[in-house]
């Protein structure tokens, strides 16, 4: 048993001032976390239980399924980073430095590198394959504007998994292996995860999905079909595309718009709705402006844009810099463009008869129709989807929902493994290329989105699989109280549950509070008055009643209540 008199942490009756989400603000309330700087805190010894009681639900899925653990450095030296053009291609968010014999390095924030070049060097024949591997492991990431407690942190715990497969078709396989395997993790610890289509993003590969907790703290946005049909990050979600227009394209003029440099004032100048103007947006890609043209009703989505062209980072582009292109800022069209790269929109190719700039203060052009009168480097679909757009699979009206990445797959393929030539003997005696798939869960946002789901006004509600003790055993009083309430807390031990006693010298409802707050599933107390009535009042954190039940029955009740919260978990149960 553990007693809170001796417990290293304190709980504080405020909340912490920077806290804008409830699981910042309970962790840090209930002791089971500090912060030490930005984005980085110490895990206190509730925190770091109910952090390896998550690990260990989320170990014996991986071990289900054949996965082996194992365990790889958080240093890296840059070369292997280098090959596979991350060391370069990341942004600051990879910490790079140097050791003393001046050798470039680099603080983990994933490990695809290293777990291929193991795989490289272990994996000689298909008869190896496939094989998979995981860790959990500290990584370091230098994120720019750290948020929520644990929810956007800069050093964070994650387990990540990596396949090697000898085929597209066996990876497939595995991938579907492994998908399973979370979902039943993330339902054992109280959650009931959204499987969507994701951004493979710098990681490169092909196929993406994350799974997400439904919650308002969250900070993506997920479009999701009330069917079931289709669940996408907003970053690759797409609808059905609009129906052409069936207008007949009329000949273009000009139309004067003075002072009129937004679409809704050209629109409301011209009486015309938003959706027949075409939107110009710049960019500014490293080398060169791209000229976005979309539907004046439309918003532009940056990832998508990205992955069009190829470019990691881009910008809004700056006046001056439109103005060095040869483009009137307010007024820019795409009639004409030469010198920069044009962007069209699919709601721009189905359209007829738009109204967009004419590239001269305070003009406008009317009846501009693509591609009639102007010409496109890339045709794509890059606007933002929004709530009540067509379900691109059945039709239906597209919802919008704010959800907690809690974990990640992708197929690599043979992405990293050409960089790197990671190859093994085929059946054939021919060198093929390692078949890759990584898979992340982040073990301390995993914590802080089972609190933002499981909490009441008085504090946290473990579920029953994560919580840092099966038992909060409330002593009041001491001698005869003292006795009684060891004596239990040895008898739940002995039946294999985990107690923590509240011994302190401190009024009923200071304790009481303490164990709203700390959230474990059982509260158990032991009082001048139960211990005259020979009995053990018994609370479940998640309801109101309390039962007063006999000592000699009250560690079976307790048990068989462990055990049926522990049910209530089952992996097994439908998707919700």
Known sequence: MQRMSSLFGRTLREDPSDATVASHRLMVRGAFMRPLGAGIFSYLPLGWRTLRRIEQVVREEMDAIGCQELLMPVVHPSTLWERTGRFGSLG??????????????????????????????????????????????????????????????????????????????????????????????????????????????????????????????????????????????QEVATTRPPEPDAAEPLPMEKVETPGQETIAAVAGHLGISTQRTLKAVFYWTGDQIAFVAIRGDLDVNEAKLRRALGAPDIRLAADQELTAAGLVPGYASPVGLDQVIVVVDRSVERAANLVAGANMPGVHLLNVNFPRDFTADLVVDIADVAAGDPCPKCGAALELRTGIEIGNTFKFGAYYSDKLDANFLSEGGSPQPIVMGSYGIGITRLAAAIVELHHDDHGIIWPASVAPYDVHLVQLGQAEVQEAAESLADDLEAAGLTVLVDDRDESAGVKFNDADLLGIPIRCTVSRRTVRADAVEIKLRHETERDQVASSGAVARVVAEHGALLAALSPNAPAG
């Open 92 to 233: 600051p968010e990879l910490v790079r430095f140097k050791d003393r014999a001046d050798r470039n390095m680099v603080l983990a924030l994933t490990h695809e590198e290293i777990a291929l070049d193991l795989a490289a060097r272990l994996v000689g024949s298909y008869r190896q394959l496939p094989a998979s591997v995981y860790h959990f492991q500290t990584k370091f990431r230098d994120e720019p504007r750290p948020r929520g407690g644990l929810l956007r942190t800069r050093e964070f715990t994650m387990k990540d998994a990596y396949t090697f497969d000898p085929s597209p078709e066996s990876l497939d396989a595995t991938y579907r292996q492994f998908v399973t395997a979370y979902v039943r993790a993330f339902r054992r610890c109280g959650i009931e995860p959204l499987v969507v289509e994701s951004d493979a993003g710098a990681m490169g590969g092909s196929d993406a999905d994350e799974f997400h907790a439904l919650t308002s703290a969250g900070e993506d946005t997920i479009v999701v079909c009330p069917t079931g049909d289709y669940g996408a990050n």
